[in-house]
């Protein structure tokens, strides 16, 4: 992977840069960002980018004078893609003379940058590839110029012999995931590709093959697969059999649970990028394939994975049983959503707006309970998901103890809510009872849980919502059979009743007599 430093004052280029390619298919990672030239150099002399994109108009220091600088001081220098708003070719024509590898005008075209990128990573390869360790080439360097570059046959035999292995034969991409719940820093990668470099030599020394390892995303490294002399280092007749010891091996070397992922099988050395891009697609499947631990191109490529959203019942029920601290409902809506998402085969991104989206419900809950999600330990691990969490089990794990400090966060914030909000809405049910009123709808009305609001009313008042209505409607209907002489469906509209019959039911249940008795018996009739 190439470092990027983006240098531009406007936080919204640089955004916008970055939202515009996929960096990590381009073998590229942002390394930081800088809004202006001296801040730039700063952190090129500590982050050490392969590569600068800098705006050429700038406060305090430039583009043009950022690369001049940087070429004076000599002590890194990476090469420059200048990014300008001017179309001026005396600008142009400056930037070549510092030796800029590309000049782009704003708005910056998709295609255009991806192209230049592409040529820079070319660049920057065969840069690292003169770049010697004692006597040998670094392997990193060959491997991603097999991956981007398109080599001639003369290039292709250069690149075998700098990686020890023959130019024809049965190859394969492998990627390698190590599934490492711990938050690491940044020195944790590297530490992880010497090892397994170290294990793979050790497995296949008695053949006197070395397998060519690569960086590339965080705890995912790429390996060159010879495959008949892997067989032959470990004894095996199948590839099949072969890449299960070879995971066992690296499992047992690092101690941590190993996916990998087989790209298609190529006949050369210089087609392995397709069956490296075929790898990449086979990572899509990691879920739709949960507890296979070696995924094959052949086998699941071309089928089908599901891209949209779960059902919202689920989302629903979730939220609501979250509300009500539910814990063994919540625990079995969880266990549901998961096993959608095996059933289904859901891809990775779809998993992702899956969880975004009740992670979301939940902080919108905290918030309307006047809460702050900061004080959830679990929202940055359940955030940061992608990059630790490769296996539907560690993620439901982590997911479901998110959603218990939330559940419980929730309750403690309506315990200390609700000391003040029920005296308010019991005013408010003394106010209102003669409308259309219930329970739900005066518990989203407070932003509370209808479960709760019911629960919370009978322990302050010693009855539950409805009996308390019925109660007061009762009593003022009893008042106007007194003191007026309104018909039975004119009363029972007054307190608040929809239907006449049902008002009669109600106060028959409650007195012991019709609404008509009772008038009779007030005024002394039989």
């Known amino acids: 992977m190439y470092k990027v430093l983006l240098v531009d004052d406007e936080i919204f280029v640089r955004k916008g840069i970055i939202g515009l390619m ?10 930081g960002e800088a809004e202006n030239g001296l801040q730039a150099i700063e952190m090129i002399e500590q982050l050490k980018p392969d590569l600068v994109i800098a705006d050429i108009r700038m406060p305090i220091l430039d583009g043009l004078a950022l690369i001049k600088e940087v070429n004076e001081r000599g002590k890194h220098r990476p090469l420059f893609i200048i990014v300008s708003g001017y179309h001026d070719f005396s600008y142009a024509q400056q930037a070549l003379r ?3 590898s590309d000049y782009i005008l704003k708005p910056v075209d998709e295609k255009e940058l991806e192209a230049t990128l592409r040529r820079v990573a070319s660049a920057l390869s065969k840069k690292r590839l003169t770049t010697l360790t004692g006597e040998k080439p670094l392997n990193e360097s060959v491997i991603e110029t097999l991956l981007n570059t398109e080599c001639s046959e003369e290039d292709e035999k250069q690149l075998a012999e700098a990686l020890h292995i023959p130019v024809s034969g049965n190859y394969c991409y492998v990627i390698v995931e190590v599934h490492d719940g711990q938050l690491r820093n940044g020195d944790y990668n590297h530490e992880l590709f010497s090892q397994l470099d170290h294990l793979l030599r050790n497995i296949t020394e008695t053949a006197a093959y070395h397998i060519p390892i690569h960086a590339l995303a965080k705890n995912q490294f790429g390996l060159i697969i010879q495959m008949d002399l892997l067989k032959q280092a470990l004894l095996t007749f199948t590839l099949e059999e072969a ?7 690296l499992v047992k070397g690092v101690e941590a649970p190993i996916t990998l992922y087989i790209g298609a099988e190529v006949d050369r050395l210089k087609a392995i990028a397709s069956s490296a891009s075929s790898a990449k697609e086979v990572i899509n499947y990691k879920f739709a394939e949960d507890g296979k631990y070696v995924i094959f ?3 699941v490529s071309g089928t089908p994975l599901y891209y949209f959203d779960i059902e919202t019942a689920i989302y629903n029920n979730l939220l609501e049983q979250i509300e009500e601290n539910n814990h063994d409902a919540y625990e079995q809506t969880i266990e549901q959503m998961f096993q959608q998402f095996r059933s289904m085969r859901f891809a990775p991104s779809a998993v992702a707006n899956a969880l975004t989206r009740c992670t979301i419900g939940i902080i919108n809950i905290v918030r309307q309970m006047e809460g702050q999600e900061e004080e959830l330990t679990l929202l940055p691990e359940i955030l940061g998901w992608q990059k630790k969490y490769s296996r539907l089990s560690e993620l439901q794990n982590v997911f479901l103890r998110f959603v218990q400090e939330a559940s419980q966060y929730i309750l403690e ?6 000391k003040g909000s029920i005296e308010k809405i019991k005013k408010y049910i003394d106010n209102h009872y003669t409308e259309n009123i219930n329970l739900k709808g005066i518990a989203a009305k407070f932003y509370m849980n209808s479960v709760y609001l019911g629960q919370l009313f009978r322990k ?21 059979l007194r003191q007026t002489d309104l018909r039975m469906y004119e ?3 007054k307190v608040g009743f929809q239907n006449a019959d049902y008002f009669v039911t109600q106060f028959e249940k409650l007195e012991k007599m019709t609404p008509t008795d009772y008038r009779n018996k007030v005024l002394g009739k039989k």
């Open 243 to 249: 890449l299960r010891l070879l995971r066992l091996a």
């Open 460 to 480: 302050s008042y010693g009855s539950y919502f409805n009996e308390y209505l019925l109660g007061i409607r009762v009593e003022e209907a009893k008042k106007l």
């Open 297 to 299: 191109a052949r086998e």
């Open 98 to 100: 510092y030796h800029v």
């Open 491 to 493: 009363v029972a509209g």
């Open 413 to 418: 914030r309506r315990g200390e809510q609700g």
């Open 22 to 31: 996929n960096w990590n298919e381009l073998q590229y990672e942002i390394c």
